[in-house]
């Protein structure tokens, strides 16, 4: 089971970015997917994750707007668009598969290795 994250750079703020998320080793859909960033000197934190079913997609507050979760089946690859970016979403984004959307790490036992976001002027 792997998954591997892309998309992530420097963006200046109000700007756009699209991470991606590649699974193989198992089927995209036979997971819950979230992505969870962490910030130097921060706990790392729930920002999206997206049912097995499709049928909900949940949103941390802080990004709820702004961010857009979605997912290619064909691909098995989910992605995180997100606009409007700020400072305070520089962070290492990191994707993750479990069997339910929690916003807590413990409950996802697949990571991949994450992607640096930085949004500065």
């Known amino acids: 089971l792997q998954l591997v994250e892309s998309g992530g750079g420097l963006v200046q703020p109000g700007g756009s970015l699209r991470l991606s998320c590649a699974a193989s080793?198992?089927?995209?859909?036979?997971?819950?997917i979230a992505w969870f960033r962490q910030a130097p000197g921060k706990e790392r934190e729930g920002v999206s994750c997206?049912?097995?079913?499709?049928?909900?997609?949940y949103y941390t507050d802080a990004v709820r707007g702004r961010f857009t979760m979605s997912r290619d089946n064909a691909k098995n690859t989910a992605y995180l668009e997100m606009s409007s970016l700020k400072p305070e979403d520089t962070a290492v984004y990191y994707c993750?598969?479990?069997?339910?959307?929690?916003?807590?790490?413990?409950?996802?036992?697949?990571w991949g290795q994450g992607t640096q976001v930085t949004v500065s002027s």
């Open positions: 997206i049912f097995q079913s499709d049928t909900y997609i």
């Open positions: 993750a598969a479990g069997w339910e959307c929690t916003w807590s790490t413990r409950d996802f036992d697949t």
């Open positions: 080793g198992f089927r995209r859909d036979e997971f819950a």
